[in-house]
């Protein structure tokens, strides 16, 4: 199973329709996950013309992503493999033992909100956070997330570079 990780994509004004690295990336997805910070549920439409899409409410998402199903927290199923979803999983230190305190089911915890791409093992759990494919910030690229899933093992985990 293929998965593309999103977050931070800030539409419309750093998103007006998916940038053409992006859709290279989501053309053969099997799930796409965004971590928040969609801003317009517009993108969240968009992207489920390329595969499923499951989100998280991020702190700058309208009423429309809410009312599209985008809730606070989220746990999946992704071929056997447990997946939380959270947009901001609060300061750098102690992240892995806070999120496995918070999701202590959860095989991998996906999240975004700092903009700044991030695969972590710690504490029991991994967590991932895609960075941002649209505003990099202080970052040298925009990117995405790539999962690799299979039988309930993440094989891969990578930050592939858009822009």
């Given at each position: 199973?293929?998965?593309i990780v999103l ?71 992704l071929d056997g ?67 690799e899933i299979e ?13």
């Amino acid at each position: 199973m293929k998965v593309i990780v999103l977050a931070d994509t800030h539409a419309p004004r750093r998103w007006k329709s998916c940038p053409p690295r992006v859709a290279e990336h989501l053309r053969d997805a099997d799930a796409i996950l965004h971590a928040g910070d969609v801003c317009t549920a517009d993108v969240l439409v968009e992207l489920s013309a390329y595969a499923p899409v499951h989100a998280v409410l991020g702190n700058n998402d309208g009423p429309d992503v809410e009312e599209w199903g985008a809730q606070q927290t989220l746990r999946l199923d992704l071929d056997g493999l447990t997946v939380a979803m959270i947009h901001d999983s609060g300061q750098k230190a102690g992240r892995t033992a806070r999120m496995r305190r918070r999701f202590p089911d959860a095989d991998l915890v996906v999240f975004g909100h700092s903009h700044i791409p991030m695969d972590l093992t710690g504490d029991g759990v991994r967590v991932f956070n895609p960075g941002s494919p649209t505003d990099r910030r202080r970052q040298p690229h925009g990117t995405l997330g790539v999962l690799e899933i299979e039988n309930g093992r993440l094989l891969e985990a990578r930050i592939i570079p858009v822009t």
